[in-house]
């Protein structure tokens, strides 16, 4: 199964997109058992950002500048553009992803959680080393004044 690392992340106004990540983990957990006795694997592929139309998508609010989430939204994209344009973001390559994939169906590696990118790999180390006021306020401070 595929996803993102949207599994262990949430940013401002994209709630059920990472509503649909969080549950595809636990649907693929809850899967992974029911199958195992079967000897079929499942495993969890989870990249982290790449450069695409995915981010201007995943929305569910599109407020303007008078809504009450306009400096929420304004920070939001200050800090996904910078993201966006900076040359050293570790922005995930759509190789790596595909080479995780031909690994994992050759039994070259049998993780059941694959991370893909620096990125995701980034992200779910602050959140695992972090309590979880820490890593909220941590995430937060990028998005809210």
């Known amino acids: 199964m595929s996803s993102s690392i949207g599994l262990s992340v949430d940013i401002p106004l994209s709630s059920v997109y990472a509503m649909s990540k969080f549950a595809l983990e636990g649907l693929s957990e809850g899967v ?6 079967q000897n079929i694997d499942i495993h969890l592929v989870e990249p982290g950002g790449f450069r695409s139309s995915l981010g201007a998508n995943a929305f569910m609010i599109q407020p303007g500048k008078n809504s ?3 400096e929420i939204n304004e920070c939001l994209n200050t800090y996904l553009e910078s993201k966006a344009t900076d040359i050293h973001c570790p922005h ?3 190789e790596d ?3 995780t994939v031909y690994k994992l169906a050759t039994g070259e590696i049998d993780s059941f959680r694959n991370l893909v990118g620096g990125d995701a ?3 779910l180390d602050l959140r695992s080393n972090n309590s979880i006021e820490e890593y909220l ?3 937060g401070s990028r998005f809210i004044r």
């Open 97 to 99: 992803i595909v080479k």
């Open 32 to 37: 992974y058992y029911e199958l195992k006795s």
């Open 92 to 94: 995930t390559d759509m």
């Open 121 to 123: 790999k980034e992200i």
């Open 137 to 139: 306020q941590r995430i």
């Open 68 to 70: 009450v989430y306009g």
